[in-house]
């Protein structure tokens, strides 16, 4: 019981330190009652009209966040996947252009062969008649040659002898000379 008395005591000296406060300080119940009640309904209507938009714009913008980050990830797969197609296109080009390089060389050495056939055959012709050329040439010199010497030999045996020979007399000494040359 003691217990009971002295907690009966507290809470009377407790409303007795609430009354000399609010006197202290100048409480006046009517006019707090009023704030109170302007508080609550200033409270409300900030609630209702300005903190309730506030938290729904910040959810909005939570959500768009949300869905911007996604759109991010979708979109960083998509040009993951981008990339690898790109790479394979690139691998697919690269080997076809290694191979089209390789026949254009095998081409190329086709028609290195042919031309250098081709040269070949033209070499081999141009030497054929330059030979003949040749051969025509030395032909006609020989035979330039026989009537020079044949003439020489005339004029020498005319000169040497004293006598005029007959024309008869020149073409035989010409002839025997170029049988003889003909001969060696």
Do not use: C, W
Not at 79 to 88: I, M, P, S, T, Y
Request: charged share 25%; hydrophobic share 45%.
């Amino acid at each position: 019981m003691s217990h009971s008395i002295s907690f009966a005591n507290i809470g009377t000296d407790l409303a007795q330190t609430a009354k000399v406060t609010a006197e202290t300080f100048g409480l006046d119940l009517p006019h707090f009652i009023a704030q109170v009640i302007s508080f609550s309904i200033v409270a409300f209507l900030l609630y209702k009209f300005a903190y309730k938009p506030i938290l729904d714009v910040l959810e909005e913008r939570r959500k768009r966040i949300a869905e911007g980050l996604a759109n991010a990830e979708k979109i960083k797969e998509e040009l993951a996947n981008a990339q690898a197609k790109a790479q394979d296109i690139l691998n697919q080009a690269n080997t076809q252009g290694n191979k089209l390089i390789e026949e254009a060389r095998q081409a190329a050495a086709k028609v290195l062969e042919t031309e250098s056939q081709k040269a070949i055959a033209t070499a081999n012709d141009i030497i054929t008649k330059a030979r003949q050329a040749s051969e025509a040439e030395l032909v006609r010199m020989k035979a330039e040659l026989r009537r020079e010497i044949g003439r020489l030999v005339v004029a020498t045996s005319a000169k040497v002898t004293g006598n005029i020979l007959t024309a008869e007399q020149q073409n035989r000494l010409a002839e025997d000379t170029a049988k003889q040359l003909a001969s060696n």
